[in-house]
T-cell receptor
Protein backbone atom coordinates (compact mmCIF):
# COMPACT_ATOMS: atom_id res chain seq x y z
CA UNK A 1 0.00 0.00 0.00
CA UNK A 2 1.05 3.55 -0.65
CA UNK A 3 2.28 5.58 2.28
CA UNK A 4 4.22 8.73 3.09
CA UNK A 5 6.44 9.57 6.02
CA UNK A 6 6.95 13.12 7.19
CA UNK A 7 10.04 13.54 9.32
CA UNK A 8 9.56 15.95 12.17
CA UNK A 9 6.18 16.78 13.64
CA UNK A 10 7.39 20.33 14.30
CA UNK A 11 9.87 22.50 12.43
CA UNK A 12 10.93 25.92 13.73
CA UNK A 13 12.58 28.57 11.60
CA UNK A 14 13.27 32.26 11.86
CA UNK A 15 11.63 34.71 9.51
CA UNK A 16 13.73 34.94 6.37
CA UNK A 17 15.32 31.52 6.83
CA UNK A 18 15.07 28.55 4.52
CA UNK A 19 12.09 26.27 5.03
CA UNK A 20 12.61 22.53 4.47
CA UNK A 21 9.84 20.05 5.20
CA UNK A 22 10.62 16.43 4.50
CA UNK A 23 8.45 13.79 2.88
CA UNK A 24 9.41 10.30 1.82
CA UNK A 25 7.09 7.91 0.03
CA UNK A 26 6.98 4.15 -0.17
CA UNK A 27 5.87 2.77 -3.48
CA UNK A 28 7.18 0.38 -6.08
CA UNK A 29 6.28 2.83 -8.80
CA UNK A 30 6.46 6.63 -8.68
CA UNK A 31 3.16 7.78 -7.26
CA UNK A 32 1.36 11.05 -7.60
CA UNK A 33 2.50 13.33 -4.77
CA UNK A 34 0.92 16.37 -3.19
CA UNK A 35 1.60 18.97 -0.54
CA UNK A 36 -1.31 20.56 1.32
CA UNK A 37 -1.25 23.40 3.84
CA UNK A 38 -3.68 23.87 6.72
CA UNK A 39 -3.87 27.30 8.31
CA UNK A 40 -5.38 27.57 11.78
CA UNK A 41 -9.11 26.90 11.81
CA UNK A 42 -9.20 26.30 8.08
CA UNK A 43 -9.45 23.34 5.76
CA UNK A 44 -6.58 21.98 3.72
CA UNK A 45 -5.43 23.86 0.64
CA UNK A 46 -3.40 22.38 -2.20
CA UNK A 47 0.11 23.87 -2.39
CA UNK A 48 1.48 21.84 -5.29
CA UNK A 49 1.44 18.42 -6.90
CA UNK A 50 3.88 16.23 -8.77
CA UNK A 51 2.64 15.49 -12.27
CA UNK A 52 5.67 13.53 -13.57
CA UNK A 53 6.23 16.22 -16.18
CA UNK A 54 9.00 17.90 -14.20
CA UNK A 55 10.87 16.88 -11.10
CA UNK A 56 10.90 20.42 -9.67
CA UNK A 57 7.38 21.56 -8.98
CA UNK A 58 6.48 25.13 -8.16
CA UNK A 59 3.46 25.90 -6.05
CA UNK A 60 1.70 28.80 -4.48
CA UNK A 61 3.15 31.27 -1.98
CA UNK A 62 6.74 30.69 -3.14
CA UNK A 63 6.89 27.01 -2.21
CA UNK A 64 8.41 24.33 -4.37
CA UNK A 65 9.16 20.64 -4.09
CA UNK A 66 11.59 18.36 -5.85
CA UNK A 67 10.78 14.77 -6.73
CA UNK A 68 13.80 12.50 -6.28
CA UNK A 69 13.12 8.96 -7.33
CA UNK A 70 16.48 7.65 -6.11
CA UNK A 71 15.71 8.93 -2.63
CA UNK A 72 11.92 8.31 -2.78
CA UNK A 73 11.51 11.86 -1.54
CA UNK A 74 9.38 14.89 -2.26
CA UNK A 75 10.65 17.56 0.14
CA UNK A 76 8.98 20.97 0.33
CA UNK A 77 11.12 24.10 0.40
CA UNK A 78 10.82 27.85 0.48
CA UNK A 79 13.90 30.10 0.30
CA UNK A 80 12.71 32.66 2.81
CA UNK A 81 10.11 32.02 5.50
CA UNK A 82 7.41 34.55 6.26
CA UNK A 83 5.36 34.79 9.40
CA UNK A 84 2.26 33.96 7.38
CA UNK A 85 3.75 30.56 6.49
CA UNK A 86 3.12 29.29 9.99
CA UNK A 87 0.72 26.40 9.47
CA UNK A 88 0.55 22.63 9.31
CA UNK A 89 1.77 20.98 6.14
CA UNK A 90 0.70 17.58 4.88
CA UNK A 91 2.32 15.43 2.26
CA UNK A 92 -0.03 13.05 0.45
CA UNK A 93 0.26 10.27 -2.10
CA UNK A 94 -2.10 8.83 -4.67
CA UNK A 95 -1.73 5.60 -6.60
CA UNK A 96 -1.25 6.33 -10.33
CA UNK A 97 -2.70 2.92 -11.12
CA UNK A 98 -6.03 4.02 -9.74
CA UNK A 99 -7.36 5.65 -12.86
CA UNK A 100 -10.80 6.50 -11.64
CA UNK A 101 -10.30 8.05 -8.27
CA UNK A 102 -7.81 10.30 -6.53
CA UNK A 103 -7.55 8.37 -3.29
CA UNK A 104 -5.23 10.40 -1.14
CA UNK A 105 -3.16 8.88 1.65
CA UNK A 106 -1.86 11.59 3.97
CA UNK A 107 1.23 11.82 6.09
CA UNK A 108 1.02 12.75 9.74
CA UNK A 109 1.76 16.42 9.12
CA UNK A 110 4.49 18.87 10.07
CA UNK A 111 3.72 22.02 11.96
CA UNK A 112 5.87 24.94 10.81
CA UNK A 113 6.62 27.58 13.41
CA UNK A 114 8.08 30.90 12.26
CA UNK A 115 9.66 33.24 14.77
CA UNK A 116 10.45 36.94 14.22
CA UNK B 1 -18.77 33.00 0.55
CA UNK B 2 -17.01 29.70 1.15
CA UNK B 3 -17.35 27.07 -1.55
CA UNK B 4 -17.41 24.16 0.92
CA UNK B 5 -19.24 24.69 4.19
CA UNK B 6 -19.59 22.43 7.18
CA UNK B 7 -22.06 22.60 10.03
CA UNK B 8 -21.70 22.67 12.91
CA UNK B 9 -18.14 23.92 13.31
CA UNK B 10 -17.91 22.63 16.85
CA UNK B 11 -19.98 20.04 18.65
CA UNK B 12 -19.91 18.41 22.06
CA UNK B 13 -22.00 15.31 22.56
CA UNK B 14 -22.29 12.38 24.92
CA UNK B 15 -21.54 8.73 24.43
CA UNK B 16 -24.42 6.91 22.77
CA UNK B 17 -25.97 9.96 21.16
CA UNK B 18 -26.71 10.15 17.46
CA UNK B 19 -25.10 13.04 15.68
CA UNK B 20 -25.03 14.31 12.14
CA UNK B 21 -22.39 16.47 10.50
CA UNK B 22 -23.37 18.26 7.34
CA UNK B 23 -21.45 19.40 4.31
CA UNK B 24 -22.61 21.62 1.48
CA UNK B 25 -20.77 22.82 -1.59
CA UNK B 26 -21.41 25.39 -4.26
CA UNK B 27 -18.60 24.31 -6.57
CA UNK B 28 -20.84 22.08 -8.68
CA UNK B 29 -18.59 19.10 -8.02
CA UNK B 30 -19.86 15.57 -8.32
CA UNK B 31 -17.44 13.93 -5.89
CA UNK B 32 -17.55 14.40 -2.14
CA UNK B 33 -15.50 12.95 0.71
CA UNK B 34 -15.46 12.71 4.47
CA UNK B 35 -12.14 12.57 6.31
CA UNK B 36 -11.21 12.34 9.93
CA UNK B 37 -8.11 14.03 11.36
CA UNK B 38 -6.49 12.89 14.59
CA UNK B 39 -3.37 14.43 16.10
CA UNK B 40 -0.30 12.62 14.87
CA UNK B 41 -2.26 10.53 12.39
CA UNK B 42 -2.98 12.84 9.50
CA UNK B 43 -6.26 12.56 7.61
CA UNK B 44 -8.02 9.28 7.00
CA UNK B 45 -10.84 8.66 4.54
CA UNK B 46 -14.18 7.62 6.03
CA UNK B 47 -16.53 7.60 3.04
CA UNK B 48 -16.58 8.97 -0.48
CA UNK B 49 -19.27 9.51 -3.07
CA UNK B 50 -18.92 9.86 -6.83
CA UNK B 51 -22.51 10.99 -7.28
CA UNK B 52 -25.84 10.79 -5.49
CA UNK B 53 -26.24 7.07 -6.13
CA UNK B 54 -22.62 6.02 -5.71
CA UNK B 55 -21.35 5.86 -2.13
CA UNK B 56 -18.29 3.94 -1.04
CA UNK B 57 -16.57 3.03 2.20
CA UNK B 58 -13.16 4.43 2.88
CA UNK B 59 -10.40 3.34 5.16
CA UNK B 60 -12.23 3.74 8.48
CA UNK B 61 -16.00 3.53 7.90
CA UNK B 62 -16.95 1.43 10.95
CA UNK B 63 -19.24 3.37 13.27
CA UNK B 64 -20.17 5.89 10.59
CA UNK B 65 -22.83 6.22 7.91
CA UNK B 66 -23.39 8.80 5.20
CA UNK B 67 -26.18 10.23 3.12
CA UNK B 68 -25.88 12.07 -0.21
CA UNK B 69 -29.11 14.02 -0.22
CA UNK B 70 -28.25 15.95 -3.36
CA UNK B 71 -25.23 16.59 -5.50
CA UNK B 72 -24.32 19.50 -3.24
CA UNK B 73 -24.96 17.87 0.14
CA UNK B 74 -23.17 15.03 1.90
CA UNK B 75 -23.89 14.21 5.55
CA UNK B 76 -21.93 12.07 7.96
CA UNK B 77 -23.71 10.36 10.85
CA UNK B 78 -22.49 8.76 14.02
CA UNK B 79 -25.37 6.50 15.04
CA UNK B 80 -24.07 5.98 18.56
CA UNK B 81 -21.13 8.21 19.32
CA UNK B 82 -18.18 6.91 21.34
CA UNK B 83 -15.25 8.84 22.84
CA UNK B 84 -12.69 7.56 20.33
CA UNK B 85 -14.68 9.31 17.61
CA UNK B 86 -13.51 12.60 19.06
CA UNK B 87 -11.67 14.20 16.17
CA UNK B 88 -11.66 16.92 13.56
CA UNK B 89 -13.84 16.00 10.58
CA UNK B 90 -13.34 17.40 7.11
CA UNK B 91 -15.52 17.32 4.06
CA UNK B 92 -13.92 17.68 0.63
CA UNK B 93 -15.14 17.91 -2.94
CA UNK B 94 -13.66 17.32 -6.37
CA UNK B 95 -14.68 16.69 -9.93
CA UNK B 96 -13.32 14.28 -12.48
CA UNK B 97 -11.42 16.02 -15.26
CA UNK B 98 -9.42 13.59 -17.33
CA UNK B 99 -7.79 11.53 -14.64
CA UNK B 100 -6.99 11.46 -10.93
CA UNK B 101 -3.94 13.64 -11.37
CA UNK B 102 -6.02 16.45 -12.78
CA UNK B 103 -8.40 16.38 -9.82
CA UNK B 104 -8.01 18.78 -6.94
CA UNK B 105 -9.81 18.16 -3.69
CA UNK B 106 -11.21 21.25 -1.99
CA UNK B 107 -11.66 21.04 1.74
CA UNK B 108 -14.18 22.58 4.07
CA UNK B 109 -13.13 24.31 7.31
CA UNK B 110 -13.78 21.25 9.45
CA UNK B 111 -16.04 20.24 12.34
CA UNK B 112 -14.45 19.70 15.71
CA UNK B 113 -16.31 16.94 17.55
CA UNK B 114 -15.89 16.03 21.21
CA UNK B 115 -17.60 12.91 22.52
CA UNK B 116 -17.78 12.75 26.30
Amino acid sequence: AQSVTQLGSHVSVSEGALVLLRCNYSSSVPPYLFWYVQYPNQGLQLLLKYTSAATLVKGINGFEAEFKKSETSFHLTKPSAHMSDAAEYFCAVSDPGNTGFQKLVFGTGTRLLVSP
Amino acid sequence: DADVTQTPRNRITKTGKRIMLECSQTKGHDRMYWYRQDPGLGLRLIYYSFDVKDINKGEISDGYSVSRQAQAKFSLSLESAIPNQTALYFCATSTFVSGPLQETQYFGPGTRLLVL
